[in-house]
T-cell receptor, first 111, second 114 residues
Framework: QKEVEQDPGPLSVPEGAIVSLNCTYS??????FMWYRQYSRKGPELLMY????GNKEDGRFTAQVDKSSKYISLFIRDSQPSDSATYLC???????????FGTGTKLQVIP | DSGVTQTPKHLITATGQRVTLRCSPR?????VYWYQQSLDQGLQFLIQ???????AKGNILERFSAQQFPDLHSELNLSSLELGDSALYFC?????????????FGPGTRLLVL
């Protein structure tokens, strides 16, 4: 079983829609969870990171962790064409020295 | 712009050759991480250095090696290159006292092995 699993998509939504991106993980000891955004031909950009369970909000983005089901989500409200990118969930391990990434979900927001 | 720089941006070489990829971390960052991103494997952690010392190792092949120099820049050496080594190679850095949970990525080096 992979440590982190993510639906690769692609996901196509109309502008203004609420987007839900999800990952599952296997190790219940994980405590930090991150979301990265990667535009085509660019490096991943850290969007948000959360610790343990609950929600964290930053503008139009909300990260949610459900440790009981080992499920993490990123919600994007009022999605914009500029949100079109690949979104990767990531979990640090090994004493926070290494990071395991999901395969990424490619999102396209149609104007 | 994350502040992490990588050179070269593109590299085309032949099988069996050796290449060196260079990374300069953000000012003040002591940790450098190397990743490989390919279409079939996604983003894979290779190796991490902290202030010149190796700290963590991931899925790095024996043909690959890295080091971090006293000025904190890092180099990833890839030798006996194979077609399957064609990928994007990213470097990331993080603050002292913080781990990989707050790392910032460079723009990457695109390697094509023919």
């Amino acid at each position: 079983q992979k440590e982190v699993e993510q639906d690769p998509g692609p996901l196509s939504v109309p502008e203004g829609a609420i987007v839900s991106l999800n990952c599952t993980y296997s190790n219940s000891a994980f405590q930090y969870f991150m979301w990265y955004r990667q535009y085509s031909r660019k490096g991943p950009e850290l969007l948000m990171y959360t610790y343990s369970s609950g929600n964290k909000e930053d503008g139009r983005f909300t990260a949610q962790v459900d440790k009981s089901s080992k499920y993490i989500s990123l919600f994007i409200r009022d999605s914009q064409p500029s949100d079109s990118a690949t979104y990767l969930c990531a979990i640090p391990s090994g004493g926070y020295q290494k990071v395991t990434f999901g395969t990424g979900t490619k999102l396209q927001v149609i104007p | 712009d994350s502040g992490v720089t990588q050179t070269p941006k593109h590299l085309i070489t032949a099988t069996g050759q050796r290449v060196t990829l260079r990374c300069s971390p953000r000012s003040g960052d002591l940790s450098v991480y190397w990743y490989q991103q390919s279409l079939d494997q996604g983003l894979q952690f290779l190796i991490q250095y902290y202030n010149g010392e190796e700290r963590a190792k991931g899925n790095i092949l024996e043909r690959f090696s890295a080091q971090q120099f006293p000025d904190l820049h890092s180099e990833l050496n890839l030798s006996s290159l194979e077609l399957g080594d064609s990928a994007l190679y990213f470097c990331a850095s993080s603050f002292p006292g913080q781990g990989a949970e707050t790392q910032y990525f460079g723009p990457g080096t695109r390697l094509l092995v023919l």
